[in-house]
Each structure stands twice: as C-alpha cells, then as structure tokens.
Nanobody, 123 residues
Framework: EVQLVESGGGLVQAGGSLRLSCAAS????????IGWFRQAPGKEREGISC???????YYADSVKGRFTASSDNAKNMVYLQMNSLRPEDTAVYYC?????????????????WGQGTQVTVAP
C-alpha cells in the first residue's frame, strides 16, 4: 500500500519558518517526483513546488525565493523548508507523488496523495 504522510505543520508568526516533511512508503521512490500543494479555505488547490528524483526543482511564483524543496532518497523523505511565512500562506499542505515526473508543474494527474498538514501563519 502506497502511503504519503505529511508532518511539520503548525502555527507560526508572520516572518517565521516551518519545515514540512513527506514520508513515502510502498512505492519505488526513485521513480517518482514529489509535488507540494496547498489549499486555503474557500480557494482551489494550488501547486507550489515539485522536486524530481534527480533533485530538479520547480516553484510557483507565490513561493519562489521563500520555499525550498529537498529530498533524502535513502530515507524516502521529501522536505519543504518554508521561510518568511505570510498570513496568505495559511493552508492545508499536501505532498503528492508523480510517476516519472510526468505531470510536474501542470499540477494535474498526480498518482498518490497524502492527507495533509495544517499550516497557520498569524499576522
């Protein structure tokens, strides 16, 4: 059974930092790119970052320069370091797996999803 489990969310003041983790199991990790998405209340889900199995990264403009994705292939882990957080970053954050990175920054068609972790940024 494929599982993606996010952790590391929480409440932080504006300007602060959080590091999200995504633990993957039940899949051939090296065959997948991992995307990070978020969904704020009343808004559509937004793709914000993806990292390929060879550590190529892509960031949406909304987070570029503030968020950094990284991976530890030996541990089947992907991380999202979030700095300079803003109240508008408040959302549920999800990681998702994309076989062979086929879909990448189209943000559609991802194969597996985690349950999400809440990030709240106070003004």
């Amino acid at each position: 059974e494929v599982q993606l489990v996010e952790s590391g969310g929480g409440l932080v003041q504006a300007g602060g930092s959080l590091r999200l983790s995504c633990a993957a199991s039940g899949l051939a990790f090296d065959d997948y790119a991992i995307g990070w998405f978020r969904q704020a209340p009343g808004k559509e889900r937004e793709g914000i970052s993806c990292i390929s199995s060879s550590d190529n990264t892509y960031y949406a403009d909304s987070v570029k320069g503030r968020f950094t994705a990284s991976s530890d292939n030996a541990k089947n882990m992907v991380y999202l370091q979030m700095n300079s957080l803003r109240p508008e970053d408040t959302a549920v954050y999800y990681c998702a797996a994309d076989l062979f990175g086929r879909h990448g920054s189209t943000w559609t068609g991802y194969d597996y999803w985690g349950q999400g972790t809440q990030v709240t940024v106070a003004p």
